[in-house]
């Protein structure tokens, strides 16, 4: 229960901070959109400019060149957007380790605990109370018109009783069916607020089973908690690994480089057992640049060199390795792990059998109270692992993999 209570408290904390990036996304995707509507309406406006009929030639030459301006600006400004995308990218990249040196990784389990009078409920809207019906507005009382007094100068006494009996025959009809409507109003009234009454009831009984429910699973998750918090004290192999996983499930790295983790914890040696996978190089970003070619009309790409690619591949791997190790280490501050025996590399198609397996490209050991020695904002990565006795690919965007045999494991 631990495990899936902790995940879900976690995953939601992280839901908040992922909803404030994709409204920066879609913020950028307008953004973008209202770029390449202010492009179309340039070659819209140029297509007008080509079939418009202009006597002065002169005016004809002013009107193609400002639309030949709009719609290279236009151009040369969706070329600074994509590059601009590229550099924040490439940036990212580059700090992956500078990312998590002023973050505290460790997690306060504490904060984890659903207090019921400050959690929020989670069927908030059986709290609303249920809408009583209305009384009905009736129809006044129907009431006897005295009839008008009839010309001539015969029969006006007569005339009068007949006038005088249709008109009471009239009130009569139209008082039975005024009577009929008051009570058809009155009945379906007691209808609905029978109707009420019972679903008004049923609302507060079920309120009351799901505030039940509701601060029994809170009990639960807070005793999860405790019993975690407890297990993880005393160095339980399982609280160790739910901790690890609390702790990579929190690391942020960018949306465009997914990382996944595996670990096994051996509580007899105190070492933790990690294998981090990264993209592919194929999957790598290989465009340093585009540019807008005025002469052709034409964005270009601008690739990166070969070199260029090589190194700044290596230089993630191996900013992956050291702040894998920092990650873990800063989380536990318990010191529950005395080492750390680390992987990176990635899930491909090995060229010697041709089969889909992790290619390993970096291999290193660590142990822990020599590591937090080190200060990681000055540094080199690459020199870290070595002074470590790393075991490192001597070509990665080759997938060549590491000889990690030689790398300690307990």
Do not use: C
Request: charged share 35%; no cysteine; hydrophobic share 40%.
């Amino acid at each position: 229960m631990a495990k899936s209570l902790l995940s879900v408290t976690l995953k939601a904390m992280k839901a908040a901070e992922r909803e404030r990036a994709r409204r920066a996304k879609a913020a950028e995707r307008r953004d973008l959109a209202e770029r390449r509507e202010v492009a179309q309406q340039a070659k819209d406006y140029a297509a007008k400019v080509k079939k418009a009929e202009i006597a002065d030639e002169r005016d004809r030459k002013a009107y193609e060149k400002a639309v030949k301006a709009t719609h290279a600006a236009a151009q040369q400004a969706e070329v600074d957007r994509v590059n601009s995308e590229i550099d924040a990218v490439l940036d990212d990249l580059e700090g992956l380790l500078a990312a998590t040196i002023n973050v505290d990784d460790h997690i306060d389990l504490e904060k984890l605990r659903k207090p019921f009078d400050t959690t929020p409920f989670d069927m908030p809207d059986l709290e609303i109370p249920l809408v009583a019906p209305k009384r009905p507005n009736y129809p006044p009382e129907p009431k006897y018109v005295e009839p008008d007094k009839p010309k001539g100068f015969f029969g006006k006494k007569r005339k009068l009783e007949e006038a005088r009996a249709m008109a009471q025959q009239t009130y009569e009809m139209q008082k039975v069916a005024w009577a009929s409507r008051i009570s058809a109003l009155e009945d379906r009234y007691r209808k609905e607020l029978a109707a009420y009454e019972q679903a008004e009831a049923e609302r507060v009984k079920t309120l009351a089973a799901e505030k039940h429910r509701f601060r029994q699973e809170l009990d639960d998750h807070n005793q999860a908690i405790d019993q975690f918090i407890t297990n993880l004290s005393y160095g339980d192999a399982d609280a160790v690994q739910e901790y690890i996983s609390l702790v990579v499930e929190n690391s942020a790295y960018p949306d465009h480089f997914e990382v996944a983790h595996e670990f096994s914890f051996a509580p007899e040696t105190a070492e933790l057992r990690m294998r981090v996978t990264v993209p592919s190089p194929d999957r790598f970003p290989a465009i340093r640049a585009y540019k807008y070619v005025k002469t052709s009309d034409e964005i270009r790409e601008v690739p990166m060199s070969q070199a260029e690619i090589s190194k700044r591949y290596a230089s993630v791997l191996h900013q992956v390795a050291i702040r894998s190790l920092h990650e873990v280490f800063e989380a536990d501050r318990r010191g529950l792990i005395r080492t750390i025996s680390l992987e990176v590399g990635t899930k491909a198609r090995h060229p010697a059998t041709g089969r889909l397996d992790f290619l390993p490209f970096v291999g290193v050991s660590a142990e822990r109270d020599s590591f937090m020695e080190f200060d990681l904002s000055g540094l080199v990565p690459l020199a870290t692992l070595k002074h470590l006795g790393a075991a490192i690919s001597k070509d990665p965007i080759a997938l060549v993999a590491a000889d990690v045999t030689g790398v300690r494991k307990s």
